[in-house]
């Protein structure tokens, strides 16, 4: 593999979110502030997917206080923690750069009603296991249970009655 791809390959995360345009999403995202760190989210229309690999990337549109608000994230980036399906949006296009122009509830995308919301994920890389030889195996050893049977015997003894001669 060449070094760069071997580079990259490390970088990837191990399973990304299904994502399509169109659809609502909210996007959990690692802030640091300082020397503390929390996660701010992000819930609004994807408008955009594009590249592939390390350097995929989809831009998020929400209307924020009369203000169009618009971020682009990394899907493989350590910084965006999870990414969740609010709505599954119908679209026709694979740029939505129309809803900019939009305002209201026209800059919305028609939900896609017979869809499931599920959480998808995609794997990009499988973790490799690795197996150990036959050879190199440690010996476990396996005690068989020992089972002990314990038989209760109850044997009648004739008891003599002393009689205390010295009492009569």
Not at 123 to 146: G, H, M, Q, R, S
Request: hydrophobic letters at 35%; proline letters at 3%.
């Amino acid at each position: 593999m060449d070094i760069i791809k071997s580079i990259e390959h490390e970088q990837l995360k191990n399973k990304i979110p299904d994502l399509h345009v169109g659809d609502t999403i909210r996007v959990h995202q690692r802030i640091k502030e300082g020397n503390r760190e929390r996660i701010q989210v992000f819930e609004g229309i994807i408008i955009k997917k594009q590249g592939g690999g390390v350097n995929a990337t989809f831009t998020v549109r929400r209307v924020a206080y009369g203000v169009g608000v618009e971020k682009t994230f990394l899907i493989h980036s350590p910084m965006v923690e999870k990414v969740e399906v609010v709505r599954v949006g119908k679209s026709r296009r694979a740029k939505l750069y129309y809803l900019r122009d939009r305002v209201g509830k026209a800059a919305k995308t028609k939900e896609n009603l017979g869809a499931r919301i599920e959480n998808k994920e995609i794997t990009v890389k499988e973790e490799l296991v690795e197996e150990v030889a036959p050879e190199e195996a440690p010996a476990v050893e396996t005690e068989t249970p020992v089972v002990e049977e314990t038989v209760d015997t109850v044997s009648e003894e004739t008891v003599e009655e002393v009689k205390d001669e010295t009492a009569e």
